[in-house]
């Protein structure tokens, strides 16, 4: 089955300043991507996804990247905010497939003031 | 419709009991999955329905767990003869078809 490594699992950056989040995954018939922003009591929330046919997708400070040949994908988030801090995963799925995801253990970002 | 819903949001239990936990989705979405996650982890896949079809079920998934989904539109989830290991954060989220995913708050379940 599908295995989503993460990395790095923790990340402290000052506000205003870049972080990228970088996960690769093992099975090439992955063509879903997507992010999940999780904050303390609640589920994840989608941020931002990516499917297979795509390298590249922005959403205003946000973006995401995707080499399929070496099977990994990047998130980057610009000019950091401290309401950012949370924690963050990267997920693969095969969408025609049931769609079922599997996870990336997760990174803690913190954006200090 | 203001998203996925699921109750109750806390459960604690003694071993041994029972447990049902209940997972209403965004009324359009076709597709409902559950998932677990334990702390400091990233949610595991449990089992999936499309309508009222429970189309895949994770290994996870023990005979001591089992879920339905009547009618296509709310699910349960329902755990038997809880153990100290099946304390952790039940996630449902849906989805219409293929698209992104809405995830409830969770049920935070502790075995004691």
């Known amino acids: 089955g599908e295995n989503v490594e993460q990395h790095p699992s923790t990340l402290s950056v000052q506000e205003g300043d870049s972080a990228v989040i970088k996960c690769t995954y093992s099975d090439s018939a992955s063509n879903y991507f997507p992010w999940y922003k999780q904050e303390l009591g609640k589920g994840p929330q989608l941020i931002i996804d990516?499917?297979?046919?795509?390298g590249e997708k922005k959403d205003q400070r946000i973006a995401v990247t995707l080499n399929k040949t070496a099977k990994h994908f990047s998130l980057h988030i610009t000019e950091t905010q401290p309401e950012d801090s949370a924690v963050y995963f990267c997920a693969a799925s095969i969408s025609n497939a049931g769609n079922m995801l599997t996870f990336g253990g997760g990174t803690r970002l913190m954006v200090k003031p | 419709d203001t998203g996925v819903s699921q109750n109750p949001r806390h459960k604690i239990t003694k071993r041994g009991q029972n447990v049902t936990f209940r997972c209403d989705p965004i009324s359009e979405h076709n597709r409902l999955y559950w998932y677990r996650q334990t702390l400091g982890q990233g949610p595991e896949f449990l089992t999936y329905?499309?309508?009222?079809?429970?189309?895949?079920k994770s290994r996870l998934l023990s005979d001591r767990f089992s879920a339905e989904r009547p009618k296509g539109s709310f699910s349960t989830l329902e755990i038997q003869r809880t153990e100290q290991g099946d304390s952790a954060m039940y996630l449902c989220?849906?989805?219409?078809?293929?698209?992104?995913?809405?995830f409830g708050s969770g049920t935070r379940l502790t075995v004691v």
């Open positions: 990516i499917r297979s046919n795509v």
């Open positions: 989220a849906s989805s219409l078809g293929a698209s992104g995913y809405t």
């Open positions: 329905f499309q309508n009222e079809a429970q189309l895949e």
